[in-house]
Every structure is written in structure tokens, then in C-alpha cells.
């Protein structure tokens, strides 16, 4: 059933506890997430976004207990993922003569994903839609993180509905920020920003410093995912001014994988000797075998310089080694410093093949890192700790 945000705006949206990943396997979701849709009742009616096609008939019936169908007169479709338009095809079966304002690509990607001749109005930056004592303008948000992204603000509610910016992978029962646990909220909407929107931080950037110049006056912001911001929404958009610009705190983190414990004894070493130069910083060993990759994503993206490590295996790196570096290269990490290490028995190739990959991702390397044959005895330790001192001072 929907529940009210303000007097002329009720959520219809869809809470999915059970979710455990995103974007097929691509997006570790340990809190659940929602798909979060708005229905604006003013003189006229619009429903903003829909839901993922595996709820679209529960969607579709819980809101025609919400209002008669036939009383929507505009679907507003700020981004066409299926896990937000999942539901058009269902819900068009009801209403097709329904207009849906969209961007042109948006129009595009749902004719790509539906292959249905709906009743398309584009729209620009700056377009608007009244609706009676409110009115809804659009803000084209390109790459945010579809190339047909856009935000919608509703003037007379202030409401910016933000679609995928700002949002988290979050199931809650509560849907407002002041009512949940802020803590969680927050390791959630880094993730979300780490994992999705971190490649197209110079246009967040960009985006956010318009919006803010246009000087709107902003009592709560809605995303299409997680809870909405209404105790101070400024917060938000604070946070991803910090996070957008290269961001960092004072933390390295070392990443390895380990067959027989060598790799993993580096790590330690190395990570005492960065520890000894510079004892005030947060320094995180995150096993990529074992470990959730997309958290340990996040701890990358907080930190100043991180460590690969990964055994000589086949002439190469390992298998999860291998998928980190491959996301590392996607998330386009800015001003990060790196450096590999691993043991070998042979070729002892690992080293140079993940330092190269690093290289090529951007990714700012301090040194040719440091390598270890068979089982590191203590003075290869001791080799392993100085190294870790050389990498802290360097940085
Ligand atoms: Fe939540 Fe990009 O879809």
C-alpha cells in the first residue's frame, strides 16, 4: 500500500528485503534495497518511476488501490533500468494511451528494452509539466548513470526526485532518514556511489554545482533507492561534493589473495611497516578470495593507496585478483597511489602482470612492489615490513 510522503505525494514503491545482489552478480546488496515510486496527485496526476519487472504485477495492483488508473495522466520516467520501468508494460496494458515524459535517450532505451510504440514525450532541461498549484521541471542528468538519467523537481513541495543519485541499496520499513539507523544509511550510499556512480564523478561534479546554483529551495530529496533525505537533505548532496572529487581519507588499504599463506604473511609485514611509519593511518587487509568484492571496493575508493597482492599462479595473477583489478580499471578511481606484492615458486610473473593492469587503470604506482620466493622466512618479513615503510613514506 502506499504510504504519504506530503499532502499531494504518496510512495507506491516496492521494498525488496530479499535482494542479495545487483545488476546480476555485478552488485553485492546486503541491506535489501527498494525501487522506489512516486505517485503526484495535484489537479493533475503523475506517477514517477516505476519498479523491477519481477514486482510489476504486485506493483501494478497495490496501486490501483492507490487510485483508479485512469486518473494518472502523466508517467514520468527519470531513468529506464528495468529495475525502475520493469512495471510499464504491465501498468500500459491498463492505460496505454498514457503519456510518458522522458529524455530522448530514455525514450530509446525503453523502445530497446519494450519494443512498444507508447505515447513518448521528450523532454529537456528546463521543460516543465504543471500539474495545478505544483509543477514538476525537468533537469537532464546524462551518464548519472544511464545516458538517459534525469532528475525531477517539484516547485510548491520542493521535492527533487533524484532517481538512482543519491540513493542506497536499502530495505527498510521506515522510508524517511530520520527515522533509521543513519550509520547503515551511510556505508550504503557510499557503496552505491562507489560501485555505480564513481566512473561519472566529474559529471556528478558538474551536475550537482548546477543544481546548486539554481538556488532552489529543497525540503527533501526522493531517490528511486533506500530512504528518502527529509531531516536536512543538504547533508546528501555534501557528502557526494566530497565523494565526486577524488576522494579519500587517510587510509591504505592492501588487497591479496593467498594460496598457502605466503601472500598472506606479505601482507601482514607490509602492513606493520606502514603501520610503524605512520601510525595514525587506517590501514585495512581485505582478503579479495574471501571478502565481498564490492566492499572491499568501497574500502579502495576511501582510501589514499592501496596494495594488490596476489601469488604467482599459471604464469599469472589469481582469479579473484584477476576480477579486482578488472572493476578497479571500470570504477575509474582518481589520485590513488598502488603498489603489488605476492609470493612465487618459478615464473614469478604476478607482480609486473597486476602493477602493468594497475598502469592502465589510472592508477598511480609508487614502486615495482616486492616479491617473495616459496614461504617468507623472518628476514624476507623483515624485507616485507621495510617495504611497507618505503610505501607509507612515499605517499
Ligand atoms: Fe536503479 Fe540505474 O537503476
Redesign the pocket.
Known amino acids: 500500500m502506499g504510504k504519504k510522503i506530503t499532502n499531494k505525494v504518496t510512495w507506491v514503491g516496492k521494498v525488496d528485503w530479499e535482494l542479495t545482489t545487483f545488476h546480476g552478480e555485478e552488485l553485492s546488496t546486503h541491506r535489501g534495497s527498494s525501487y522506489n515510486s512516486y505517485l503526484v496527485r495535484d489537479k493533475k496526476t503523475a506517477l514517477i518511476d516505476t519498479c523491477w519487472l519481477p514486482y510489476d504485477k504486485e506493483f501494478v495492483n497495490n496501486l490501483k488501490k492507490e487510485i483508479d488508473l485512469n486518473k494518472i495522466d502523466y508517467i514520468i520516467m527519470n ?1 529506464n ?1 528495468i ?2 520501468s520493469g512495471a510499464l508494460e504491465e501498468l500500459l496494458r491498463e492505460i496505454p494511451q498514457t503519456p510518458i515524459y522522458c529524455t530522448a535517450k530514455g525514450e530509446a532505451i525503453i523502445r530497446g528494452h519494450y519494443h512498444k510504440d507508447w505515447n513518448f514525450v521528450n523532454v529537456k532541461t528546463g521543460d516543465t509539466l504543471d500539474l495545478g498549484e505544483t509543477k514538476l521541471t525537468f533537469i537532464e542528468a546524462t551518464m548519472l ?2 545516458p538517459d538519467t534525469m532528475f525531477t523537481y517539484m516547485s510548491g513541495e520542493n521535492i527533487l526526485f533524484s ?2 543519485g543519491f ?1 542506497q541499496h536499502y530495505a527498510s520499513e521506515s522510508l524517511f532518514n530520520d527515522q533509521v539507523d543513519m550509520n547503515e544509511v551511510y556505508y550504503e550510499a557510499q557503496k552505491y556511489y562507489c560501485n ?1 556512480l564513481n566512473p561519472f564523478s566529474a559529471l556528478a561534479l558538474k551536475k550537482i554545482k548546477e543544481i546548486l546554483a539554481l538556488n532552489l529551495p529543497l525540503d527533501m530529496i526522493c531517490p ?2 533506500g530512504i528518502i533525505w527529509r531531516e536536512n537533505p543538504a547533508q546528501i548532496v555534501e557528502k557526494y561534493l566530497q565523494w565526486a572529487d577524488a576522494y579519500q581519507e587517510n587510509q591504505v588499504t592492501l588487497v591479496y589473495d593467498t594460496m598457502w599463506q605466503s601472500t598472506r604473511l606479505m601482507a601482514q609485514a607490509i602492513a606493520d611497516g606502514i603501520k610503524k611509519v605512520s601510525p595514525e593511518t587506517t590501514v585495512k587487509l581485505c582478503h579479495a578470495g574471501k571478502e565481498d568484492k564490492n566492499d572491499i571496493l568501497t574500502e579502495i575508493f576511501k582510501s589514499k593507496a592501496f596494495l594488490i597482492g596476489s601469488p604467482t599462479i599459471n604464469n599469472g595473477f589469481s582469479f579473484a585478483i584477476a576480477g579486482m583489478l578488472e572493476m578497479i580499471k571500470g570504477l575509474k578511481f582518481k589520485k590513488k597511489k598502488a603498489a603489488c606484492f605476492g609470493s612465487y615458486g618459478w615464473s614469478g610473473d604476478a607482480v609486473k602482470q597486476m602493477t602493468e593492469h594497475l598502469q592502465k587503470s589510472g592508477i598511480e604506482i609508487v614502486n615495482d612492489g616486492v616479491r617473495q620466493l616459496w614461504v617468507p622466512d623472518n628476514t624476507m618479513l623483515e624485507e616485507c615490513k621495510k617495504f611497507g615503510e618505503e610505501f607509507a613514506k612515499a605517499l
Open positions: 531513468h533500468e529495475d525502475h548513470h544511464w532517481n538512482d540513493g555505480i528511486s533507492h
